[in-house]
């Protein structure tokens, strides 16, 4: 395999997360399907009104990438981690 097939096919490993977004007026919560993956592999990035989640897969190495824009300034309430889900709410400091 020459350099444009490896770098093809180390492209291809980085996915979406299967996201879903609840919004309470207050408070959004973003939940995040990173099965195979642990919580110590998983990044997220808060600023202002962009969240970014990355992951790595432990076994197969894949990558998990999503960024989400939101119309309103964000800060992290909680955050917890189980089964390969990872459930955040996001607390809303400005209606933006």
């Known amino acids: 395999m020459g350099p444009q097939g490896r770098e093809e096919s180390r492209l291809k490993k980085v996915m979406e ?4 977004l609840f919004d309470d007026g207050k408070c959004l919560r973003v939940i995040a399907e990173l099965s195979g993956t642990v919580e110590e592999k ?10 970014a989640i990355s992951a790595t897969d432990t076994g197969s190495g894949k990558k998990f990438k999503k960024c ?3 119309p309103f300034e964000i800060r992290l309430g909680k955050k917890k981690f189980q089964n390969g889900v990872l459930d955040l709410t996001l607390e809303k400091t400005s209606s933006g």
């Open 68 to 70: 989400i824009a939101l």
């Open 17 to 20: 997360p299967v996201i879903s």
């Open 42 to 51: 998983i990044s997220i990035d808060l600023e202002k009104t962009v969240v």
